[in-house]
């Protein structure tokens, strides 16, 4: 029996072996991965940020256009990371004008960048960029994570410059129980952290990150890698994820400070006690039709975090899209493709009267 089990063993290991071999090979022939998929040009740009428009793959659908708000602790390639697996494309597919704005890289001359500069400026004037591009007086605007909650704060002090709003995987409540970001956050010394470093470099939130369930996201993952690295197609999308990974841009420190602070530690959104520019941001004066898609396994926003919005807003005709899935597979798992089905449904349901709208 020993010797039979040695065999098997051995047997295993060759083959093993003859797998990686062939994965080497696979990779070499590979070369440089690439991202974003879908054809754009740049329609403005203002110190590190550039709003993109995406170009046309169907006939219009008539619709306001679609600005995208990501995270500003990724890259928003993540939206469009391949042809297969594209929020963008799937949404250009069915008519929708859309616009993205790419933060870019901050550096140390953004240092002290506020939330205030990135929702009453930035945002701000990548809204008007967008109306002006598209000729049209409001925009449906998409926000994605960290950009979802800078999406609602812009959108309760500029209602009148959105039609709708939709938000992905946003937290709004900030302290629910099962949020670990929430608790690294309550013992984190941001004051510390930024006045030490200036900006918060990328590099640290992504250990943070990964840190929150290791298992899963390094050593698991990575022994998953064995049974794909011969399937040139499998590992090509391996690749693509892992350079949006390990691709974090480093973070404004007054703009993370103030995250930290006042949304991690104090709940500001969700108390309404959070100001920007001297105003406060009141979710009730949220009164466009709102759509929030959460994702119901997802470790970073839980579900909670994402449905306390419903309670919150001015807005009567508020829905909500369940996603079965993770904070990652919304945009890229097989299930994905259901995410920009749903989201152009709704706002075709929604279409306003006039060619303005």
């Not at 302290?175 to 013992?187: F, G, I, M, S, Y």
């Not at 993952?221 to 064995?226: G, N, S, T």
């Not at 100001?275 to 396994?297: K, S």
């Not at 493709?337 to 306003?352: C, K």
């Amino acid at each position: 029996m020993a010797g039979e089990a040695d065999r098997r063993a051995e047997d295993e290991a060759r083959a093993f072996g003859e797998r990686l071999a062939r994965g080497l090979s696979t990779l070499a022939a590979l070369g440089e991965v690439e991202v974003g998929c879908s054809e754009k040009e740049a329609v403005y740009a203002e110190d590190k940020l550039v709003l993109y428009r995406y170009r046309p793959r169907a006939a219009p659908a008539g619709l306001p256009p679609v600005l995208i708000c990501y995270a500003l602790v990724n890259r928003p390639y993540m939206v469009d990371l391949q042809e297969d697996r594209s929020l963008v494309r799937s949404l250009l597919e069915r008519g929708l004008d859309v616009f993205l704005i790419d933060w870019g890289y901050p550096d140390g001359a953004d240092r002290f960048l506020e939330l205030d500069d990135y929702v009453n400026g930035y945002l701000d004037r990548c809204v008007d960029a967008t109306r002006r591009a598209a000729s049209r007086d409001r925009v449906n605007l998409l926000g994605v994570c960290q950009g979802g909650t800078m999406s609602l704060c812009y959108t309760a002090l500029h209602p009148e410059k959105v039609a709708n709003l939709v938000t992905m995987v946003t937290p709004v409540d900030f302290q629910t129980p099962e949020n670990l970001l929430a608790k690294w956050a309550r013992d984190l010394d941001v004051d510390r952290l930024v006045d030490t470093l200036g900006n918060v470099p990328g590099e640290l939130l992504n250990a943070t990150f990964l840190a929150l369930m290791p298992f899963r996201l390094t050593s698991q993952k990575y022994v998953a890698l064995a049974d794909i690295v011969d399937d040139p197609r499998q590992l090509g999308n391996f690749l693509r994820m892992e350079q949006w990974i390990f691709d974090s841009p480093d973070q404004a420190g007054e703009a993370f400070r103030q995250f930290v602070g006042w949304l991690f530690r104090e709940n500001r959104l969700l108390r309404g006690t959070l100001e920007l520019g001297g105003r406060r941001v009141d979710l009730r004066a949220i009164t466009c039709p709102v759509l929030n898609v959460y994702a119901t396994q997802d470790h970073l926003v839980p579900p909670s975090a994402s449905l306390a919005l419903g309670g919150l807003v001015g807005t009567q005709d508020y829905s909500t899209f369940a996603f079965p899935g993770g904070h990652i597979g919304i945009y890229v798992s097989g299930k994905a493709r259901q995410v920009p089905q749903a989201i152009a449904d709704w706002l075709a349901a929604r279409a306003g009267p006039g060619p303005n709208e």
